[in-house]
């Protein structure tokens, strides 16, 4: 699945910290899923679109 996390966030002026602690995970879990490394869980999912203002397919895409 891609995402297109990496370029929301840095429209919206955020960094990988700022969305960490927004979604209540590491740093390191979303560069993982920035990079498709990390397949986020449901509710990550459902909170990262909500940080980020999108719905989750305009966040993810199947590949």
């Known amino acids: 699945m891609k995402n297109i ?3 929301r966030r840095k429209e919206l002026g ?3 910290e700022d969305l960490a602690k927004l ?3 590491t740093r390191q879990t ?3 899923i ?3 490394k990390y397949d986020p869980t449901l ?3 459902f909170s ?3 940080e980020l203002r999108l719905t989750l397919e305009e966040l993810f895409q199947p590949n």
Do not use: D, M, P
Request: glycine content about 4%; aromatic content about 0%; charged content about 15%.
């Open 5 to 7: 996390i990496k370029v």
């Open 14 to 16: 955020l960094s990988q």
């Open 23 to 25: 979604c209540g995970v």
């Open 30 to 32: 979303i560069n993982a």
């Open 34 to 36: 920035e990079n498709n």
């Open 43 to 45: 509710a990550l999912a």
């Open 48 to 50: 990262l679109a909500k």
